[in-house]
């Protein structure tokens, strides 16, 4: 198993993991905020086979979501089928929190849809159970709507 930050050159590899309506769009868009210090996108293989993504933000216009240097917010948090209720996505998800908690942040948000329970379960058992905003966005043409959960 090794955890590692995407870089852009391979963006397209999320595709992997998710079926984008546009991805040139989210390859244009990651680009920009990987390059912008905005987001960074870290990912678990299993030898050379993708297995888990989880994107850290780590400026939003709302504070509720990330604060530079002290609050991240965690979105994009996926694992390929077949791989799932193997303890690879809590691997991912503790090293991440792990190495944001070493280079300073002490508060993180996730979104949990309402019908992922299953995430929600995993998200509270790691702390996040403090719900601070109910949100819904738009992305690719798919609506989503969840809450967003706040651990210090």
Excluded: W
Excluded at 2 to 28: A, C, P
Excluded at 37 to 56: A, P
Excluded at 57 to 62: A, P, Q, V
Aim: charged share 25%; glycine share 8%; proline share 1%.
């Amino acid at each position: 198993m090794k955890i590692q930050k995407l870089d852009v050159q391979h963006l397209s590899l999320l595709t992997e993991l998710f079926d984008y309506h546009d991805v040139d769009g989210m390859i244009r868009q990651c680009t920009q905020d990987i390059q912008n210090g905005v987001i960074d996108i870290f990912v678990l293989y299993d030898q050379n086979t993708l297995i888990g993504e989880l994107h850290v933000m780590y400026r939003h216009e709302d504070v509720r979501f990330a604060i530079p240097g002290q609050r991240a917010y965690l979105f994009a948090f996926r694992v390929r089928e077949g791989y799932q209720n193997m303890g690879y996505g809590t691997h991912l998800m503790k090293m991440v929190l792990s190495l944001l908690e070493e280079n300073g942040y002490r508060e993180f948000t996730i979104g949990v849809e309402d019908d992922n329970r299953q995430a929600l379960h995993i998200y509270q058992n790691m702390g996040f159970r403090e719900v601070i905003l109910r949100k819904r966005e738009e992305y690719q043409g798919d609506v989503y709507e969840y809450n967003l959960y706040l651990r210090k």
